[in-house]
């Protein structure tokens, strides 16, 4: 790569350099020169000759023969010697390694003129620092090794080339039908992707494409008009993915018949936001926040202060609560509180405040407590004298027991429609003998990272259960651990064959969605049974089988057909897949090779 580095020049260089001449000119110019006086001596030469031969005049002959030889064999001599220099040159280009590289076109010409070809090019060539004017536009500009020959022979200029390099682009375009869609095919590969994670198959729908346009135009918005509230849940949902929330946008969503707020991504909002959405929002009865960062002590006595009656609140992120606000909270709003969901707080919200809750809120139907290092087995036992508790969710990073979940589900059991219970690491079988025992309502159920319970549990738990058959069930991670010999169970440790079949008996006609991830002790064959062409599962719509190695190319092609609603298939990490057929309309995910992470299927 040339450096272009210079020194300082003299006024008779920059006067040169202005005048467009430089050294290769004035060799150019020279050698054309002597050329030309060689030709016309050796013309002039000849035909002074034969003049003189015609007249008859000897001295006079005598002294053309002497002085038109002396010209003529100049002339001949300069032109051997280019001659030679030329035949030396073309000699060394045909050993080179660009005239190797050209000779392995398709009908390549003959050595000879391909090599002349060479020479002339080179000799043509501009050399890399020389001023030279442009053909099109002729601007003065400095050749480099990248400088492009325009159409007529001479150079371009950058601005010039990029031009031509546009329209050859256009052009080659038009001749091989070439056009832009206007869909998702003219998207990049990363957006096409991104789309189809988002469950966006073929085209938009007119409220998605309405509302994506709203996002992206938001600032020219002055209001939302009196739209319901799942379209205003949609705009939410988009100005948190593009991290268009701030204190400007939300006063859109503030009106004082209002009566459910969600912000998925409240960073931007600070603690004055919160007092005015308040002040402004009268009827509020549903908040949910995520990241909400600055939901502080201030905000929580305004919110106290107010007469507002919520119904349900969910935080997430508010780790500036001190535990004191969350009392007099609680103590103040939570009778009327139904509802109560809290994210990420990992310092205030105790085992103490999770006592107070079967005095502070008697009627509350849904509780989630998730991510906090607060909340231990003490904490878990006392949710048992929520009598009219339906939907539980836990995630605690404190290790817990098996005991306080059986005594939940011994007192409240009967009227649980959702039990979630996420990182129990140590808890056993007794807690699924409890489920099958005292639970009938039940609709959505997940124990995620189990390393204790066994298949036999499981085939215990969904055997002749007199519970309703399940909508969602997760159960992720639940196998047997060991790095010494991962694939070696012979207690049959977390979920295997025998409790996926009863699973799938109990609850497979009416399973919406099915997480099996990393459950990896569940046979081929057990796969092969229960995805037979006998069995059909029509409201199966999301499936996740990641990690499972035993799926392979006939049983996901099983999978799609029995169930005909499915959407989207998860199978990162299985690695006996080599080549599915994705039927249109469905999504494959993690498929083990260079197509893609996400194959939006296209066989009929």
Not at 116 to 130: C, H, I, M
């Amino acid at each position: 790569m040339q450096r272009n580095i210079r020194g300082p020049q003299s006024a008779l260089t920059d006067y040169l350099a202005s005048q467009n001449i430089s050294a290769t000119r004035i060799r150019a110019e020279h050698e054309a020169r002597r050329a030309a006086a060689a030709s016309e001596a050796a013309n002039s030469a000849t035909t002074t000759q034969g003049a003189q031969e015609e007249d008859g005049q000897d001295g006079q002959d005598g002294q053309g023969e002497e002085a038109g030889p002396s010209s003529a064999v100049t002339a001949h001599q300069t032109l051997e010697r280019k001659r030679k220099a030329q035949a030396e040159a073309i000699e060394k280009i045909k050993k080179s390694k660009a005239f190797k590289r050209r000779k392995q076109v398709r009908n390549p010409p003959e050595d000879d003129d391909l090599a002349l070809a060479l020479f002339e090019e080179a000799a043509s060539k501009s050399v890399p620092g020389q001023i030279e004017n442009c053909e099109e536009c002729g601007k003065r500009f400095t050749v480099t090794a990248y400088t492009r020959a325009g159409p007529k022979g001479g150079l371009l200029c950058p601005q010039c080339a990029s031009k031509l390099v546009n329209e050859e682009k256009a052009a080659k375009n038009n001749k091989n039908g070439k056009k832009a869609a206007a869909g998702p095919a003219s998207r990049g590969r990363r957006k096409m992707q991104s789309c189809l994670l988002d469950g966006h198959i073929g085209v938009k729908s007119l409220v998605t494409l309405c509302v994506e346009t709203l996002a992206k135009n938001i600032h020219l918005a002055d209001s939302l008009g009196d739209l319901p509230p799942i379209a205003l849940d949609r705009i939410a949902r988009q100005l948190s993915k593009r991290r268009l929330l701030d204190p400007k946008t939300l006063q859109l969503f503030l009106q004082p018949q209002t009566e459910d707020i969600a912000l998925y991504d409240a960073a931007r909002i600070g603690q004055d936001d919160y007092i005015k959405m308040f002040g402004v929002c009268s009827k509020l009865k549903n908040l949910k926040v995520r990241s909400a960062i600055q939901f502080r002590d201030k905000v929580m006595e305004y919110l106290i202060g107010r007469n507002l009656a919520l119904e349900s609140i969910s935080l997430s992120g508010a780790n500036l609560l001190t535990k004191d606000s969350w009392k007099k909270f609680l103590e103040a709003k939570g009778k009327a509180l139904k509802g109560l969901r809290v994210y990420f707080t990992d310092r205030y919200f105790d085992d103490e405040l999770v006592g107070s809750l079967k005095d502070w809120c008697p009627d509350l139907v849904t509780l989630k407590i998730c991510h906090n290092q607060q909340v231990s087995d003490k904490g878990v036992e006392q949710i048992a004298h929520l009598d009219n508790l339906e939907r539980l969710g836990l995630h605690l990073v404190t290790p817990t027991s098996t005991m306080p979940y059986v005594h939940i589900i011994e007192k409240i059991g009967k009227n649980l429609r959702t039990f979630s219970v996420r990182t129990v690491s140590n808890v056993d079988d007794r807690l699924l003998d409890a489920l099958h025992d005292h639970c009938t309502h039940l609709t959505k159920l997940r124990i995620t990272d189990s390393e204790v319970m066994t298949d036999a549990g499981f085939a215990r738990l969904f055997k002749e259960w007199k519970n309703r058959s399940l909508t969602c069930l997760d159960l992720e991670k639940c196998r047997h651990i060991d790095s010494a010999k991962p694939r070696d169970n012979p207690h049959m440790v977390g979920l295997c064959s025998n409790g996926f079949k009863a699973l799938m008996a109990h609850s497979g006609k009416s399973l919406q969605k099915l997480n099996l991830h990393a459950c990896r002790h569940i046979s081929q064959e057990a796969f092969e049974e229960v995805f037979s062409p006998v069995n059909i599962y029509p409201n199966l719509v999301d499936l996740e089988l990641s990690f499972c190695e035993e799926v392979t190319d006939f049983i996901v092609g099983s999978i799609f057909r029995c169930c005909p609603k499915l959407w989207r298939l998860n199978v990162f990490g299985c690695m006996k897949l080599k080549e599915v057929r994705v039927p249109k309309g469905k999504i494959l995910v993690g498929m083990p090779n260079a197509i893609g992470m996400v194959i939006e299927g296209t066989e009929d």
